[in-house]
């Protein structure tokens, strides 16, 4: 496969900033030291990655390694289209926000005002709980897995809604509990579009895009993205890579196409343009949930969820950030606050995990010492039980920073599933399956094992035998 001639570029962008852009493959001669952070381990003839990052709105760093199009060669650049997946949920809530801020949308009314036909036994829904994943409303990707879709592009905006408002009730009652949700961000869309008259796509287009400059990004519609800037997303598969472009083609939850400029652009407007993001639409985005009972409502690694981002404390640092993951693509969005700095990796191959990669880029760009690296948890080899579900892990010492867990149950061959994890940026271990998303948490003692997908999770108990 063609690798690209030169090994580094430097050159300046006319964009609608003077912004420099640094390109640099993964063969630099004398990369920087947050350069070779950022492409470190990226094969220049696979699939892989695009890296921004800018202070107080201004880009300090920006490369790519790897390629958009195996067959084809094309490597990755900064004008190169990923599918964000969950990193879309914060343009979906920024619409909202600025609806909200003008006085349209109604945060804390009822859903049933915008969308009336919404099942009466639900009980009152908000906004605000819809975009805090606290409105109990069902995942409608799960639901979809469920019936045996294996290629989110095949359903519309109807079918989809319609798969979350089949459900004649709540998981919980509304605003007692967080649960991530992508059903109640593909409500949120269908708001946008109800209360604006427009396409969800289309308004965000108008009134974010275009203002901030994001002049590739764009909300798919129902098709597929083509043009020869669009990066195939690829899985690992005997000893090679195969393509995986297969993810929802509709907003809300996900669905959002951008480039690594477009997320510069995006910095841009958070520090110094503050077009789109005005004091009003910021203190909706950066607040976190509180639960119905005033108590806190947060992910399992202790960050609070807010408009589309997590919010808390880690590593030492305040941060502001989301990952967003499909089949084949895998991204991070991460922003230290009291730094100005924010941090963007897109990545086009699903056994990537772009979560240390940004953390260990932001490290470089920080004085030293105060992006610290989470303390890693100790393993105990074993076996952890959930006698219930005659659930069982069997975990052995792992090798490196990978583990090769043995899965028991009812539903496993008689000898097990095995399922390799890798250290992820807590400390923890998460599966390098790009379908499902297990993470480990082994406490101190080594006495439980948790065992999470998003925000459920088991404890398992360290069998003595």
Excluded at 258 to 266: E, G, I, M, N, P
Excluded at 395 to 416: H, K, Y
Aim: charged share 20%; aromatic share 8%; glycine share 12%.
């Amino acid at each position: 496969m063609p690798v690209p001639s030169r090994a580094r570029v430097l050159k300046s962008l006319s964009w609608s900033l003077p912004w420099l852009l640094l390109v640099c493959q993964v063969q630099s001669a004398e990369p920087s030291p947050a350069t070779a952070v950022a492409v470190d381990g990226i094969a220049a003839d696979g699939p892989g990655c695009a890296i921004t990052a800018s202070r107080a709105g201004q880009v300090i760093l920006a490369a790519s390694a790897g390629l958009a199009d195996l067959d084809r060669g094309r490597p990755i650049d900064g004008d190169t289209l990923f599918y964000a997946a969950s990193v879309s949920k914060q343009f979906t809530a920024l619409a909202v926000a600025q609806l909200a801020a003008a006085g349209t949308i109604e945060l804390d009314g009822d859903v049933r005002q915008y969308i009336p036909e919404l099942p009466g036994q639900w009980g009152t829904i908000t906004p605000r709980m819809l975009m805090h994943h606290t409105s109990g409303l069902p995942d409608w990707l799960m639901l979809a897995a469920m019936a045996g879709v294996s290629d989110w592009g095949v359903l519309d905006q109807a079918g989809a809604v319609g798969l979350v408002t089949a459900r004649p009730d709540t998981a919980f009652a509304p605003g007692t509990r967080f649960e991530y949700s992508n059903g109640g961000y593909l409500l949120l869309a269908e708001i946008v579009a109800r209360t604006t008259g427009l396409p969800f796509a289309e308004y965000v287009r108008r009134h974010i895009f275009e203002p901030l400059g994001m002049r590739d990004a764009f909300f798919l519609a129902g098709q597929r993205p083509t043009g020869a800037a669009v990066a195939h997303g690829y899985v690992p598969a005997k000893g090679g890579f195969q393509v995986r472009d297969t993810y929802p083609l509709i907003g809300g939850s996900g669905g959002l196409m951008l480039t690594a400029k477009d997320l510069a652009r995006y910095e841009y407007d958070i520090e110094v343009g503050h077009r789109v993001w005005t004091d009003a639409v910021r203190e909706i985005m950066w607040t976190p949930a509180q639960l119905s009972d005033g108590g806190f409502a947060g992910v399992p690694d202790g960050l609070g969820y807010a408009g589309g981002l997590r919010v808390g404390e880690r590593n030492g640092q305040r941060v502001i950030e989301h990952a967003g993951a499909a089949e084949a693509f895998r991204l991070q969005y991460l922003r230290l606050p009291e730094h100005r700095l924010g941090v963007a990796v897109l990545c086009n191959r699903g056994d990537q995990d772009p979560i240390p990669r940004a953390d260990a880029i932001a490290a470089a760009l920080v004085p030293a010492g105060l992006w610290t690296e989470p303390a890693v948890a100790a393993v105990h080899p074993g076996e952890y039980v959930d006698a219930a579900l005659g659930l069982r892990y069997r975990v052995p010492a792992p090798e490196g920073d990978r583990l090769a867990v043995r899965i028991f149950s009812a539903l496993t061959p008689a000898d097990g599933t095995m399922q390799m994890f890798r250290r992820d940026s807590s400390g923890g271990f998460i599966a390098e399956d790009p379908v499902r998303p297990i993470r480990l948490r082994i406490p101190p003692g080594g006495a439980t094992l948790e065992v999470s997908i998003n925000s459920s999770t088991l404890s398992l108990q360290r069998s003595p035998h």
